[in-house]
């Protein structure tokens, strides 16, 4: 059984630095063609993919974000790191993490974590 | 850019529900559709246009190429009021809009 789960603070401060954390179970991020990705819903808009790590340490970034992300995997905790820099209140979303299918689609997902910018 | 229609359709057990997305620029197939439910984690219905996803009901349908594309529920059923959206991987990945399937 394939599940992922995100965690990290529900709340942060304007400027400040976010990093969630997707922990998952049932896959390997050491097996070829596998990924693990970011994503996220502002309230009320579309979702917008954020950021992909590869089983061989490969990543994408959404180019309008790029500047701001970090993802990092810690392979044999079974964990996805991402970090944002420089958080404002248009980063209010809830956040999923998603395991992505031979570089194409995601096909698992996890229940997302809401994290509100606000001072 | 994905632009998914309706945003919003309101249903009965028991309808046909059709639901569209539409590509700015030629995605070929690939493109899949996720249902969705409040607090619950998404659930991935239909890969390249039109294959379904193992343990999905054969009511999910899914069709189409190039820039347009449709889900189909042929019978709604009590379980399917949820919200869907469509995801483009052509070229990065870009998802629809969604649309929420309500009881009529």
């Known amino acids: 059984q394939i599940t992922l789960k995100e965690s990290g603070p529900t709340l942060v401060k304007p400027t400040q630095t976010l990093t969630l954390t997707c922990t998952f179970s049932?896959?390997?991020?050491?097996?070829?063609?596998?990924?693990v990705g970011w994503i996220r819903q502002p309230p009320g808009k579309a979702l917008e993919w954020l950021a992909i790590?590869?089983?061989?340490?490969?990543?994408r970034q959404s180019p309008s974000l790029s500047s701001r992300l970090t993802i990092t995997k810690a392979t044999s905790k079974n964990q996805v790191v991402l970090t944002m820099t420089d958080m404002g209140p248009e980063d209010t979303a809830t956040y999923y993490c998603?395991?992505?299918?031979?570089?194409?689609?995601?096909?698992?997902w996890g229940q997302g974590t809401l994290v509100t910018v606000s001072s | 850019q994905m632009t998914q229609s309706p945003s919003t359709l309101s249903a009965s057990v028991g309808d046909r529900v059709t639901i569209t997305c539409r590509a700015s620029q030629s995605i070929s197939t690939w493109l899949a559709w996720y249902q969705q439910k409040p607090g619950k984690a998404a659930k991935l219905l239909i890969y390249?246009?039109?294959s379904l996803e193992s343990g999905v009901p054969s009511r999910f349908s899914g069709s189409g190429s190039g820039t347009d594309f449709t889900l189909t529920i042929s019978s709604l059923q009590p379980d399917d009021f949820a919200t869907y959206f469509c995801l483009q991987y052509n070229d990065y990945w870009t998802f629809g809009q969604g649309t929420k399937v309500e009881i009529k």
């Open positions: 049932g896959f390997s991020l050491s097996t070829s063609g596998v990924g």
């Open positions: 998603t395991r992505l299918y031979g570089d194409s689609y995601f096909d698992y």
């Open positions: 790590i590869y089983w061989d340490d490969d990543k």
């Open positions: 390249e246009a039109s």
